[in-house]
């Protein structure tokens, strides 16, 4: 199959044991407050995450990271690796992102080995972002980092927006209508980020960061995050 699109729906499907639905990314707290009231307050803050905040950084993050395993730069891969982990502005965010790397290279490394894995492997890094174990999986498979950034990113907003059906609540029709919404502004950011170095980025959300600081001391709450 081309590009070898399949493996990486698998990978990024809401059942892939990542434990990706026990995640909001701070949803919860931000509903919580009313500060996401309705499917419109979902879609604009989904917007600003792409444009300004923890999305934008991911989609810099992929294209920088993948270019440096292409051509086999173990410095800059573990200097990118260790530039991004300095973005993470609280300890639920990074949970988020380490739980569900370690989960995610546990489960690949035996069923879609290759060499890229057995170079993430050598590193011994203590803490895996997900992000980072997906870039390695994409490479070592020939997926395009374009093709991985788009499908991450939709992937993402899917989760963000399940969320926000199950806790504001919003219906189905109005959940998928927000999916729709955000495909070309997406796309943009893929393009709009291809090139850009990830020394260049940074998040401008600083609500977003302490809503995550405050999530963990909600008394009730369904998401880890």
Same mark, same amino acid.
């Given at each position: ?19 990706? %639905?026990?995640?909001? =990314? ?5 509903? *919580? @407050? @009313?500060?996401?009231?309705? &499917? ?22 992929? +294209?920088?990271? %993948?270019?440096?395993?292409? *051509? ?10 260790? %530039?991004? #982990? ?6 639920? /965010? ?7 790397? !370690? ?12 060499? *890229? ?5 050598? /590193? +011994? ?14 490479? &070592?498979?020939?997926? @395009? ?28 029709? !109005?959940? #998928? ?9 997406? !796309?943009?950011?893929?393009? *709009? ?8 980025? &940074?998040?401008?959300?600083?609500? =977003? ?5 405050? =999530?963990? =001391? ?8």
């Amino acid at each position: 199959m081309s590009s070898n699109i399949y493996k990486l729906l698998t990978w990024l499907s809401p059942s892939f044991p990542v434990s990706s %639905y026990a995640y909001s =990314h701070a949803f919860e707290q931000l509903i *919580e @407050k @009313k500060i996401i009231k309705n &499917g419109e307050d979902c879609f604009e803050y989904i917007v600003c995450l792409l444009e300004n905040g923890s999305l934008k950084i991911d989609a810099v993050l992929i +294209n920088n990271l %993948y270019k440096a395993i292409e *051509e086999k730069n173990d410095n800059k891969i573990l200097e990118i690796i260790n %530039y991004y #982990q300095s973005f993470f502005p609280s300890k639920e /965010f990074q949970s988020e992102s380490f739980f569900q790397g !370690e989960a995610l290279f546990k489960t690949a490394f035996p069923l879609w080995s290759c060499k *890229e894995l057995d170079v993430l492997k050598s /590193f +011994n890094i203590s803490n895996m972002s997900y992000v980072v174990v997906l870039c390695f999986l994409a490479k &070592g498979h020939s997926i @395009k980092s374009s093709t991985l950034a788009i499908s991450y990113l939709h992937a993402f907003v899917s989760n963000l927006v399940s969320c926000a059906i199950r806790l504001i609540p919003l219906g189905q029709t !109005e959940g #998928q209508l927000i999916i729709s919404k955000l495909e070309k502004i997406i !796309e943009n950011s893929t393009i *709009e980020n291809k090139d850009k170095l990830i020394e260049e980025v &940074g998040s401008s959300m600083v609500l =977003h960061d302490i809503a995550s600081m405050r =999530h963990e =001391h909600l008394t009730n709450r369904l998401f880890r995050s």
